[in-house]
């Protein structure tokens, strides 16, 4: 900002004011730009994580980052994690050509990835019949409960079979594009590496904003693999808060039988 102010002749408040003001607008156009994919979208999308693999219908990855900011919001230590720093939470859902297909950010660091993801409208939506057909699925890690459509690995407690680690690590190998999608967001939006603001409102615009500039750098392949930054990555291992479903012991338990 200090840098803007002084080529512009402007102080560093006008400055600080236009970058809200211009991230408020690149946020409202979030829903035309970050979109959930229609059957059609989803088929392609499950064919292209599928590969040569067994995984067949994978229409999603899910993951969370931390968004450090500079201090805690209205001295609030909800927001200091699990490494001591504060920071918020950013969920994304992410294609196979790492383009994000639902964002919800906002809540403190220190709530579990499980616990944002249970009150995110992305649950409550696919709880009650919406986005995925019978046959699809997202995958994440093991921060996130099993359920029909959300497949997460095999708990390593030394006594899996071999068709069961082998299932691990294909799992791990597609949720690949989720860490490289968080990494091109880091890497290519540094601000990201920690927010000078506020206000929560305000931080909130900004990441959603940041957001919707890396699907606009994503679709036209705009140098997307010089940004990458594995570095900032939170590497926070978690293990699920919640009750697995049976219907996500099954629908796991089949896909690696197919495997």
Known sequence: ??????????????????????????????????????????????????GESCLRGIVGVIDGTHIRIVNILNGQPDYINRKSYPSVQLQLVVDDMMLITDAYVGW??????????????LYH??????????HQYLIGDTAYPL???LVTPFKDNGHLSQQQRRFNRMLSGKRQVVE???????????RLR???????????????????????CVLPDDDVSSFINFDDQDDMELENIFADATGGHVRRNALVAQC
Do not use: Y
């Open 1 to 50: 900002m200090r840098g803007v102010s002084h080529m512009f002749g402007l102080s560093k408040s006008t400055v600080h004011s236009c970058i809200h003001k211009v991230a408020a607008t690149i946020s409202t156009r979030r829903h035309s730009v970050i979109r959930w994919p229609d059957q059609t979208r989803q088929a392609h999308i499950a064919e292209g994580f599928a």
């Open 108 to 121: 403190p660091g220190s709530v579990h990835d499980a616990r944002v993801f249970r009150n995110s409208p």
């Open 125 to 134: 939506d696919v709880e009650d019949g919406h986005k995925l057909a019978e």
């Open 147 to 149: 359920r029909s459509w």
């Open 180 to 190: 490289r999608a968080i990494g091109h967001l880091k890497g290519r939006f540094r």
């Open 194 to 216: 920690e927010l000078m603001f506020h206000d929560i409102s305000q931080i909130c615009q900004f990441i959603m904003a940041t957001c919707v500039m890396h699907n606009l």
